[in-house]
């Protein structure tokens, strides 16, 4: 498995039925594992306001911002009208669209590509499972480690299950439409402190919010 997110998984999500999904600002979209297991996608949630439990993100953000996989960008825009410097990042074109529409800034790229103020972000996000970018959360990690100023935040939604794994999934509409297979981690909050601390980040708090946990590293 590479330590950098492939063109190959990069092109799954920029490809149909994902940018469908994010054009129509609904689903029903999932990630397939090879064994057949399905994980529903929050299109819907993706593509609306912030909500109850991103909204205690918001609030623990601190100095410029950047957001990794921003998706549509409900929170790179919310953060623009808080007054943040902000900034998305995401692989799909659709939604760098989507988050420039909505009012915020973003780059269609990955997050191993090089970016602006590297070093010099305040809080950098990893929200909505994109800790699994790449299939690698070590080297997922180690870069964000590169992004964030020293004494910065990293933000990271992790499952609520106490899970560890790296998986070949595809994107699927449910219907037939599907991406090509991509490699993707899913990760606990105890399995995200483990591998935390080998790439330079102390773990500071975890919560959980509208049935959704976060935990709160810095750098």
């Known amino acids: 498995m590479t330590a950098q997110l492939t063109e190959a998984a990069a092109g799954a999500w920029r490809a149909d039925p994902y940018a469908d999904a994010l054009r129509a600002g609904q689903g029903p979209l999932y990630l397939r594992r090879h064994d057949g297991w399905l994980l529903p996608l929050e299109v819907e949630r993706w593509c ?14 601190t100095g410029p911002v950047l957001d990794l996989g921003c998706g549509p960008g409900r929170l790179v825009a919310a953060l623009a009208r808080l007054g943040h410097t902000a900034l998305g990042v995401d692989v799909t074109p659709e939604a760098v669209t989507r ?3 909505a009012g915020g800034s973003a780059l269609c790229r ?6 602006p103020r590297e070093g010099g972000w305040g809080t950098v996000l990893l929200i909505d499972g994109n800790i699994g970018i790449g299939g690698d959360p070590g080297a997922l990690l180690r870069r964000t480690a590169e992004l964030t100023a020293s004494g910065g ?20 509409d449910g219907t037939g439409g599907r991406g090509a297979s991509f490699w993707w981690a899913r990760l606990g909050s105890r399995a995200l402190h483990a591998e935390a601390g080998a790439a330079g980040w102390t773990p500071c708090d975890t919560w959980q919010a509208a049935g959704r946990r976060f935990v709160h590293l810095t750098h």
């Open 110 to 115: 990955s997050v191993f590509d090089p970016l």
């Open 99 to 101: 988050t420039v529409r």
């Open 48 to 61: 609306a306001e912030p909500d109850a439990a991103d909204s205690t993100v918001l609030a623990r953000c």
């Open 153 to 172: 935040s990293l933000l990271v939604e992790v499952a609520t299950a106490d899970v560890d794994e790296r998986v070949r999934v595809r994107v699927e």
